[in-house]
Nanobody
Framework: QGQPVEIGGGLVHSGDSLRLSCTVP????????KAWYRQAPERQRELIAY???????YYADSIKGRFTISRDNAKGVVYLQMDSLKTEDSAVYYC?????????????????WGQGTQVTVSS
């Protein structure tokens, strides 16, 4: 079924914007929540945003008000618009599903992840 393919990262300055794109493999087309994660050096991968099939969204406090998740179902693409970038946003960004219950959200298995796209924000 393949892995997600993320593109759009780069080196930018604080305050700049980037738009990440993720081409979703067939295995993720019908998941309830399509999500963006990021992993900074020496830190755990963290869920930062998801878009539910019903259109509702979740954003981590660290990005709320600055990042926007969206999708184009016809193209099978999920986007992450990142505005007002900060140096602490520097990380590798990944897309994947998010599986959530009353106990929280859980990331998919290791073999389902793509290569990610590097975002580096300089001051």
């Amino acid at each position: 079924q393949g892995q997600p393919v993320e593109i759009g990262g780069g080196l930018v300055h604080s305050g700049d914007s980037l738009r990440l794109s993720c081409t979703v493999p067939g295995s993720l087309i019908n998941v309830e929540r399509k999500a963006w994660y990021r992993q900074a050096p020496e830190r755990q991968r963290e869920l930062i945003a998801y878009l539910h099939k019903d259109g509702s969204t979740y954003y981590a406090d660290s990005i709320k008000g600055r990042f926007t998740i969206s999708r184009d179902n016809a193209k099978g693409v999920v986007y992450l618009q990142m505005d007002s970038l900060k140096t602490e946003d520097s990380a590798v960004y990944y897309c994947n599903a998010a599986y959530c219950s009353d106990r929280g959200c859980f990331a998919p298995p290791l073999d389902s992840w793509g290569q990610g796209t590097q975002v580096t924000v300089s001051s």
